[in-house]
Nanobody, 113 residues
């Protein structure tokens, strides 16, 4: 059974940093990609970043150069390091396992002064 649990969200000032974590159960990272999405209030959920089974990373243009997706195969953890945060980065961040159509419950990120 696939289970994804996000953590690490919170309130941060513009220009600050946060690191999100996703604990993944029931997924072999060596065979499957993992991704992060986000949903701002009143907007559709949007793609943020993905890391392939070969550990190749791809990031949305809106976060490129500021966010970094990574993973730890030994711990079955996926991370999203977020720097230079902007108010428009505010939203609920979701961990996603594309091959399993699985989502976590989300973690709230609020960027505000």
């Amino acid at each position: 059974q696939v289970q994804l649990v996000e953590s690490g969200g919170g309130l941060v000032q513009p220009g600050g940093s946060l690191k999100l974590s996703c604990a993944a159960a029931g997924i072999d990272f060596r065979r499957n990609p993992m991704a992060w999405y986000r949903q701002a209030p009143g907007k559709k959920r949007e793609f943020v970043a993905i890391i392939s089974s070969e550990s190749h990373a791809n990031h949305a243009d809106a976060v490129k150069g500021r966010f970094t997706i990574s993973r730890d195969i030994t711990k079955n953890m996926v991370y999203l390091q977020m720097t230079s945060l902007k108010p428009e980065d505010t939203g609920v961040y979701y961990c996603n396992a594309p091959n399993f159509y699985a989502w976590g419950q989300g973690t709230q990120v609020t960027v505000s002064s």
